[in-house]
């Protein structure tokens, strides 16, 4: 099929509404998911990023459930977003009584409409669901307010019957009315009929409200829109009430890319909001998180690196920077010579093509063992690479310690630099530091460094034991190198594993052309 022949299809089974409101309920049922609880700052620095996001609503809480709850309603009203506040009340007047406290001028009011809802857990009947419904409504109307009304798991109540409590609070002067599938046991072609259907009966502006037990929250949605729907509630990462609802950053961004439908919001924002909530509520979003995962603009295989780097709509369907992330090429297992070399040029490495295959397979060969190469991983082995092809620029030629009781220890070292014997002695507050501070000012004229760690080890017992010394060092411009070493003389050992890091400094200051 060719594009045009989507584009087609695509008209004709749609019945788009002219407006579709993103209706953000992250602070209410997103907060429901087991285990989260954020603090009335943590609200309000939330719902600031919502409102900068651009999204319709914001349903800041639940203001009857609890004092923390009325507080951030208060608090978020008081910003003066641009963004409509909506507060959550069952139907019951004392719960709208709070929503007016809050002063809030839209609420969200719902019952359980379904069989198990008013049989199990309510125990009403029909009459009196409407009743509760119709009372509630009449009196949020009396003090002003925009009402959304919720028949909770519609999507498992009988059809008569929802058309029936819709058409009883369309009359009582609900503004909205809403479709939550509580459960998740919508598909996309059920909910293509129901939203049909009820687009086919009400005038009343229609809003889904779909959970994501099954993973299909956002087919779903996606489907309500294409038939019709007028609002989506959704919430950053899918927060929500066991696995949660549609999210906001799929549904967006699937009717921006997918869809071609720009809802206006400034989706730049996405990535740093979804990190914002997952800090804030502590749970962290998966790698392959659609949008916002570590591995949403993560490539490693060869063949899709190599497409990526002539042009990156080859293996993305959308740019990063669209939704404020960033791409990742990742070295590993399933690596190709264009990822690698792309590195390579993107640290100033030049290699010769025997050099090239010697790092190429090791990072096979490490993939193949089951580990991931990181960029630090790849510096090391082609710097090891060009080492071990080059002449050592430092070489020590000389070394002797004086120490005493009562004076400073000194080291004499004698080293050759490029060639050059150079020759110096130091004091210092062992002997080893002495002879640091030795080199330190032998190599000054070649090059700054500065030595990050240092760590001494006994690898064998008894007072013949050789010692490993492990050193990283640094250099002015930030470059970092380790140097290792092992040798019966403490002193000794310590000379060779900072000289093993400064010759390595130097070879990547001097490859860095
Ligand atoms: C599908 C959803 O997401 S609905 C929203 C769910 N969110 C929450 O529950 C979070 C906040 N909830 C709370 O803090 C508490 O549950 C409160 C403050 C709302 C109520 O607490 P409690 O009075 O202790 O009642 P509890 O939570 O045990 O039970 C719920 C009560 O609400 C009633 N109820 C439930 N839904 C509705 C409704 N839509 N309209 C009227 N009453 C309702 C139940 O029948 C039950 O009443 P009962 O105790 O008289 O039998
Ligand atoms: C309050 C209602 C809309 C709800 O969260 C649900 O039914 O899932
Ligand atoms: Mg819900």
């Known amino acids: 099929m060719n594009a045009k022949n989507i584009e087609t299809l ?18 209410r049922d997103g907060e429901q998911t087991p285990g989260v609880a954020l603090t009335v700052d943590e609200k309000i620095q939330i719902a600031q990023k919502l409102n900068n996001l651009g999204v319709d609503k914001i349903e800041v809480g639940f203001p009857a459930s609890s004092p923390g709850e009325m507080e ?30 809050a002063d809030l001028d839209y609420i969200h009011t719902f ?35 925009t009402v959304e ?33 509580t459960v998740g046991v919508l598909t996309p072609i059920v909910t293509r009929e129901l939203i049909t259907d009820i687009k086919n009966n009400f005038k009343t502006p229609i809003s889904v409200h779909f959970h994501n037990d099954f993973g299909l929250a956002t087919a779903n949605t996606l489907t309500a829109i294409e038939c019709g729907a ?22 967006v961004m699937a009717l921006k890319s997918a869809y071609n439908i720009d809802l206006g919001l400034d989706t730049t924002r ?55 992330h960033s791409r990742k090429i990742v070295l590993g297992k399933h690596t190709g010579a264009n990822a690698v070399k792309a590195k390579l040029k993107e640290h100033h490495i030049d290699l010769n093509e025997k050099q090239f295959d010697k790092v190429f397979k090791n990072i096979k060969s490490l993939g193949d063992n089951g580990k991931c190469v990181t960029d630090d991983d790849l510096i090391a082995i082609a710097i090891t690479e060009l080492a071990s092809a080059r002449e050592t620029p430092i070489v020590i030629k000389g070394l002797s310690i004086s120490m005493g009781a009562n004076v400073s220890p000194t080291a004499t070292v004698k080293l050759e630099i490029d060639g050059v ?31 990050e760690e240092y760590n001494l080890e006994a690898i064998t017992g008894g007072t013949d034991a050789l010692a490993e010394v492990f050193v990283i060092s640094s250099d002015s411009d930030g470059n970092k190198s380790t140097g290792r070493s092992t040798n019966q003389d403490i002193v000794m050992a310590s000379i060779l594993a900072v000289l093993d890091s ?3 400094l130097l070879l990547i200051n001097r490859s860095i052309l």
């Open 10 to 27: 695509k008209k004709e089974n749609m019945n788009l509404a002219e407006k579709i409101y993103i209706f953000d309920t992250t602070l």
């Open 72 to 101: 951030s309603a208060k608090r978020i009203k008081n910003r003066e977003l641009d963004s409509r506040l909506v507060g959550l009340a069952r139907s019951l007047t004392g719960d709208i009584d709070a929503v007016i406290d």
């Open 111 to 145: 019952i359980g409409t379904s069989p198990l809802h008013r049989d199990y857990k309510l125990k009403k009947s029909k009459e009196d669901i409407i009743h509760s419904s119709v009372v509630a409504i009449d009196y949020a109307k009396d003090h002003g307010l």
């Open 149 to 181: 009304f919720s028949a909770e798991d519609a999507t498992r109540t009988e059809r008569d019957f929802l058309f029936e409590i819709f058409n009883e609070v369309v009359d009582a002067g609900a503004d909205f009315l809403d479709i939550p599938d």
């Open 230 to 251: 007028n609002q989506a509630h959704v919430t950053i990462n899918g927060l929500g009430e066991r696995t949660g609802n549609c999210s906001l950053e799929e549904l």
């Open 270 to 324: 996405l990535y740093s909001l979804s990190n914002l909530v997952g800090r804030l509520t502590g749970v962290k979003m998966p790698v392959n998180k659609p949008i916002v995962g570590d591995n949403a603009f993560a490539h490693e295989s060869g063949i899709h690196v190599h497409g990526i780097l002539n042009n990156a709509s080859t293996y993305e369907p959308m740019s990063p920077e669209m939704v404020g």
């Open 421 to 451: 014997e150079k020759e110096t002695a130091s004091t210092g507050v062992g002997p080893v530091d002495a002879a640091l501070n030795a080199i330190r000012e032998l190599i000054q004229d070649t090059m700054d460094i500065e030595l």
């Open 502 to 504: 400064i010759n390595k």
